[in-house]
């Protein structure tokens, strides 16, 4: 435990000397215009990151709708093909009881509309007529049940035709939702592109170094509240599974709406991590918080999934020593991050 708690202290050094000993570069505030020039104040690189993760930050929300909507899409492909296949069996069951119903007719029309049973009990032998009642009363339950079946299929066929529209209705509408996130993804992230391609080079580099000091303050702020009493819980076995399969993915791309193998957005990193030590969790982040069961942070142990945000558009996982495994965001790689960095929602546990 002792040399533990120095893994951390350790790390959190680190990361306080780098970001002491990365160069500064000075960006003098720009001098107010003249009443005369109607110019825009240009912003500092403070409020442009700002700016930016702001953007992301709404990327990412859309990104989950997006991700919400294809899970419902396929579920509403799926249970589409299920009732198409349903109905051309009970198209072709019918097709059979018809066929079995027509050949009792025939069968009554050819005998001057007696079926066999009742033409036996017309007989004077009595022994035929006693075969001759049994006989006919079979044939009634089973004309009886004929018809039945029949009815029966022909309502299931009606129902099973009815659910297909339903469902088609809503894959349409999960279409029409997934064009609309897909839409505004590409907005939010272009526009944040956009800012960050008319920095100078140095000013993107300083830009970089204030996303790092903003996290190791959030961090730092987060490990001083003593809001994790303990930080080197043990793991569950599906847990220890889930923590390999997300580190194994360190340095791969964040690509939104990937989950694997070659990129990930960030829950599509949880949710295969976890399928992959064998329990499925919901693809996005903001259903791994609603289905999922939540647990205290001083509670917390490798494998947990914590979700980020008060609108639950971001997740990373757990890793032990007040870290997380995540992908962060366009431009960015699966990474290791505090895990009070961000802003945090709550902590859920996918094998409670």
């Not at 001057?112 to 009634?140: E, H, K, T, Y």
């Not at 193998?261 to 064998?278: E, F, I, V």
Request: glycine share 8%.
């Amino acid at each position: 435990m002792y040399r533990r708690h120095c893994a951390a202290a350790a790390i959190t050094l680190v990361c306080a000397m780098a970001v002491l000993a990365s160069p500064v570069q000075a960006f003098a505030a720009p001098a107010p215009p003249s009443p005369a020039a109607d110019r825009p104040v240009k912003k500092s690189l403070e409020e442009v990151r700002q700016e930016i993760d702001g953007l992301y930050r709404a990327a990412g929300s859309a990104t989950d709708a997006y991700n919400l909507a294809e899970e419902k899409t396929k579920k509403q492909s799926g249970e589409i093909v299920k009732l198409a296949q349903a109905i051309v069996e009970g198209q072709a069951k019918i097709a059979e009881l018809k066929s079995r119903a027509g050949a009792q007719a025939r069968e009554e029309y050819r005998n001057a509309g007696l079926p066999p049973g009742a033409r036996l009990m017309l007989s004077g032998d009595p022994q035929l007529f006693l075969d001759g009642i049994g006989r006919a009363q079979q044939g009634q339950k089973a004309a009886k049940g004929l018809l039945g079946e029949l009815n029966r299929t022909q309502e299931d066929l009606k129902t099973y035709t009815q659910d297909a529209s339903t469902n088609w209705t809503k894959l349409e509408a999960n279409r029409v939702k997934q064009a609309k996130a897909k839409k505004k993804i590409n907005e939010q992230i272009a526009a944040a592109k956009k800012l960050e391609s008319q920095l100078e080079k140095e000013e993107r580099a300083r830009l970089l170094q204030l996303e790092r000091e903003a996290e190791y303050k959030s961090q730092t702020a987060w490990l001083s509240s003593g809001a994790l009493k303990e930080i080197n819980r043990g793991a569950s076995a599906s847990g220890k599974k889930a923590v390999a399969f997300a580190t194994s993915k360190i340095g791969l791309p964040y690509v939104w709406g990937a989950e694997g193998p070659k990129s990930y957005d960030c829950s599509g990193l949880t949710s295969q991590a976890w399928a992959s030590a064998g329990r499925p969790i919901p693809r996005t982040s903001q259903e791994q918080w609603r289905q999922l069961p939540h647990i205290a942070i001083e509670d917390m142990r490798p494998g947990d999934l914590i979700i980020y945000h008060g609108d639950a558009s971001h997740v990373g996982m757990y890793i032990g020593d007040g870290a997380i495994v995540h992908a962060p965001r366009p431009g960015r790689n699966v990474t290791l991050a505090g895990a009070g960095s961000m802003e945090i929602l709550g902590v859920v546990r996918p094998d409670r």
